[in-house]
């Protein structure tokens, strides 16, 4: 009885060996069955701005289910062009992270159709202590002197003003270095922008009539906050506004009449003693005198 159960028990453990076998063996045939292409990828952290070589490329097994648009069969179509983002080991390289075909490289590379890469000096506060990185978005406020019309202008006797001029700018460049890989802050004396040509005028005015400051802003706010700027009064409140009165016109004298000619005395006026008094009688007619 007891070999009888030996011999089941070992039965039923090689059928279920055969089991586990046969579908260990079906899982990685159809592993090797998946199709995959031959595509192009990073063979080492590239930084933007850089010109593709044949070192800096490797051919690996892609799914072809799979494939990223815009990818590469053949490391040789990227001989000589620019990348216009950083691109890690083992990233794909597609064509939407190529500059057109003719690019040189650097950092003219990158600035987008339409932009231009502008540079303005910066010390650790207007730098936002170093944390404005290349591929951050800056706002530029400036803070300079208002004349009476609304403008900038030189003089002492002039308001000041602090205003935002440009808004959602993207910092291109810090120094000499244009990497976006990099969180750590780096304080430097110069940030280049990338701008459109007419906010590219705007900040050329605003840091010959002021002093510039960078405004760190998130990534994903892309909001417009328009604002009147900030004066003096503005933070400490304008002087008492003292209620206007309205002069009250003074009464002026009528003019005196100029005398024509020589001054006249005024006649004495005569007393009457007596007074006469005419009676009439019928026909006849008579005077009475009485006396006052």
Do not use: C
């Not at 179509?77 to 390289?93: F, H, P, Y």
């Not at 159709?113 to 800056?138: C, H, I, Q, S, W």
């Not at 400036?142 to 308001?159: H, L, M, P, R, Y």
């Not at 780096?186 to 005015?205: F, M, P």
């Amino acid at each position: 009885m007891k070999n009888t159960r030996a011999v089941m028990m070992v039965v039923i453990s090689i059928v279920l060996g055969l089991v586990v076998s046969a579908l260990a063996v079906n899982w990685v045939s159809r592993k090797a069955a998946v199709a995959t292409n031959k595509i192009a990828v990073a063979a080492m952290d590239i930084q933007l701005g850089s010109r593709l070589t044949p070192q800096m490329l490797t051919l690996v097994d892609w799914p072809s289910g799979s494939v990223p648009a815009g990818a590469f069969d053949d490391a040789a179509k990227l001989n000589d062009r620019v990348i216009k983002v950083s691109i890690q080991r083992g990233e794909a390289i597609l064509n939407s992270r190529l500059a057109p075909v003719g690019t040189q490289g650097g950092l003219s590379a990158v600035i987008a159709e339409g932009k231009r890469a502008m540079t303005v000096r910066v010390n650790d506060v207007v730098g936002v202590a170093g944390f404005a990185l290349p591929g951050n978005y800056v706002d530029v406020m400036v803070n300079a002197q208002q004349d009476k019309a609304g403008g900038a202008a030189s003089s002492g006797n002039d308001e000041h003003i602090s205003k935002t001029v440009l808004r959602h700018v993207l910092v291109l460049a810090v120094a000499q270095e244009a990497g976006r890989d990099d969180t750590k802050p780096k304080v430097v004396n110069a940030v280049t922008l990338e701008l459109s040509l007419q906010d590219a005028e705007k900040l050329d005015l605003a840091r010959n009539v002021g002093t510039l400051s960078l405004v760190l802003r998130n990534q994903i706010d892309t909001a417009d906050h328009p604002t009147e700027g900030v004066r003096k009064a503005d933070l400490f409140g304008g002087p008492a506004v003292q209620p206007r009165l309205t002069p009250v016109a003074s009464i002026k004298p009528l003019p005196r009449m100029a005398a024509s000619g020589p001054a006249v005395a005024p006649r004495p006026i005569p007393v009457i003693k007596q007074a006469r008094v005419e009676v009439i009688r019928g026909v006849s007619r008579s005077d009475v005198e009485f006396g006052l």
